[in-house]
Each structure stands twice: as C-alpha cells, then as structure tokens.
C-alpha cells in the first residue's frame, strides 16, 4: 500500500506542472512496402492532436490523421481509381530537452491504429497498426504557440488481405515530415 | 512576415515531396471464380468407397490457387444426407445407390459457388477373400465387391465384422480390419454390409482354428 502511494505521488509531482495543448498538422507521407511487393505511396498527411506533461520531462500525445491515397495497392475493382481514405490514430510519448536555445528538441515514441477504405470483392476495409518513433522540433511563438517541424517513422502492419486461398498480410515503411501549429493552456 | 514565407516554403516543399511515385496497379489480385475440380470417373463413387473433392479458385491475374480447405462444402438438398455422409470434402456413401448434389461455397457469396452432382455406384455382390486362419494370432480381414460398373475392388466402407466367438477381438483402423483369433476350435466370420438398410448383405467365411 505505502508503494502505491508512493508511485501516486511520484505521478502527480512528475505532472504537477502538467500543462495541455493542441495542435494541426500538415505533412508528406511516403510509404514504402517491404521487400514481398514493389509498392509504394506519396500523398499528404492532415493532423490533429492533443497533448498531455510537461513537454521538457515527459508528455503524452494522442493524434487522429487523415491520409488521403493516391496509390493504388489493394483496390482491384475496375471502378476504384485508388484505394480509399486511410484514418488512423496514435499514441505517442514525447520527451522535448531545453538546453536553453530558443528551440526544443523532442524525441517520441508510440504506437498507432488505423483503417482504410478498399474495394476488394472480399473486403471493403483494411485495418493497420504500427509502431512509430520520431523526432522534431517545436519553436516557441510566444507564450501560448509554437510552431512544430517534425520527422515520424512507421513500422505498419496490414490485417490480412483474403484471397480465399490464404491470407496475405503486408508490411511497410511510412516516413512522415509535417509541419505544425500547437496551442498550450 | 518573414515568417508566413518561412512557412509557405516548408508547405511547398512538403507538397512537392509528396508528389512522388503512387503504385497504380493492384498488388494482390482480386478472386474471380470458385470452381470444384474436374474428377477424372465423373464424380462417381462406389458404394463402399469415398469421393475427395477438391476446389480451386481463379483470380482476375488468370492465377490459381488451392480454396479446398477454405471453403464450405455442404450437400444441396437436407434429405441428402440420408445417402452419403460429406465431412468436409470427403463424400462418404451411406447407401448402396443414388445420387446427390455437393455444393462449394465460400461464406455463403452466392457469386463464389460450385455444384456436382455426384453419383453413387451401387455394389452388386461381394465376397470376404479367403486368409490363412488355421492358427490363432491377428489376421487382416478384407472382402472384394463388384460393382455395376463393371468394376471389382475392395470393400472398404460400409461393412463390418463379426465373429461367432466373442473372445475374439476386431479392430477396424486406418481402413483396414483385423481380427485377432483368441483359442481353438470352429469360427464363423460374417461380413455384413450395408447393416440395417434395404441392401443389407451378408457373407460369412468359417475356419477350424487348431
């Protein structure tokens, strides 16, 4: 019991100064899928998120993105010109440093979920996860913005395309580098 | 105001990066048709045999690909299952003659199913084939049949054992029976197929164990 209490107090002294913020993203996104397929896709990335700490020690962001494809790798009916709109969300944890020169570095780690729309005879939705890491920087714009350039990396893994005869999973590589706005409270 | 150029340079440069190349073909191609293959006898099967059918699907690339073990087989008609039994793809005659429809079906898509009509050749006589069981021991027990069409080969379903000595055992494993003769004296083996039908057969073999 007087562990418990302990590692309470730790938390909320460690978020004592928690602090919340908001934020958009626009970004490039280039997926490359591994070696089993010569596939690959470019498009833009939207985002937005929400983050929760004390950015300097640590803080939690949660983010929803929108991709819009262009590639098509999945869709086969003649009448899907590319696969659909992809929507994912993540979970990040953020460690920024403030070695006191203007800008703060961040490191982030976390994993992500998402869907996209395809036009298979046996399926209409594809599920993914991934694991992601990234790093960036956000730029103070005084005391309530900042301005964030940032670098993600993916690891995704697609559920299972069913081609009756097996199931066929594939995997990929997704660089994102985007630009964004945060507010804090 | 330097800084909204900032910011535009970075979105422009971050659309330009993301104009690069786009896969526009499918990767995996798409199912087109689900077939039961073609049988060699005509999707015939003996009496006392089994049918194994098979599946393949066809995708839109013209590739093919194995869906025998992915896909329901289930009989056309419920009334049906009074003549054969169907586990999984495997037909087995429950009786001497008639003839039902397999159905091939993948989660019940009514674009992605097959049919065959599947005949059963009645058997016309058989008989248990003679074997050395003047000593006790295990002896394999095994009876021919003649079929309608003319063809005469083992009697492997449908049939079972009997020995007018309780003491001795039968085992009928991996398709094949065997008896084994516990002490002496005069023993009748009685083959029976078809049991508790209208074809109900019996024949009946007897030794002198010594």
Known sequence: MKKIILFLLLVSSLFGEAKVYLGSNYGSYEENFTNEIDAQSSTQVIGIKAGYGVREAYAVEIDLEYIDTQSKIFSSTPSSVSDGKKYGMNINFLKAFDFGIYILPYLKVGVGAGTMNIERTLQNRLYYGSYNVGSGIFIPLGDSYDLELGYNYKYTTYKSIETIAEKIMYESHVNIAYLGINVRF | ?210
Not at chain 2, 5 to 31: P, Q
Not at chain 2, 34 to 59: C, F, Q, R
Not at chain 2, 189 to 202: L, Y
């Open chain 2, 1 to 210: 105001m330097n800084l909204i150029k900032i910011l535009l340079s970075i979105v422009t440069i971050i659309f330009f990066i993301s104009c690069g190349e786009n896969t526009t073909k499918t990767v995996t191609s798409d199912i087109k048709e689900l077939n039961i293959d073609p049988d060699d006898d005509g999707y015939k099967v003996h009496s006392t045999s089994m049918l194994e059918l098979s599946a393949t699907i066809t995708y839109q690339d013209g590739n093919y690909g194995d869906a025998t073990n992915s896909i329901s087989w289930k009989l056309y008609n419920r009334d049906d299952y009074n003549i054969i039994n169907l586990d999984a793809n495997i037909v087995y005659p429950v009786l001497n003659s008639g003839r039902v429809t397999v159905n091939a079906i993948y989660k019940d898509l009514a674009d992605f199913n097959d049919s065959v009509s599947i005949e059963i050749i009645p058997l016309v006589d058989f008989y248990i084939v003679p074997f050395d069981a003047n000593t006790t021991g295990t002896h394999i027990l095994k009876a021919k049949g003649n079929f309608e069409d003319g063809v005469n080969k083992k009697v492997t379903y449908n049939i079972s054992w009997s020995s007018s000595e309780d003491d001795d055992e039968i085992v009928f494993e991996n398709n094949i029976a065997t008896i084994d003769i516990d002490g002496t004296g005069k023993r009748t083996i009685t083959a029976s197929i078809f049991s508790g039908t209208d074809d109900e057969n019996n024949q009946t073999i007897t030794y002198l164990i010594k």
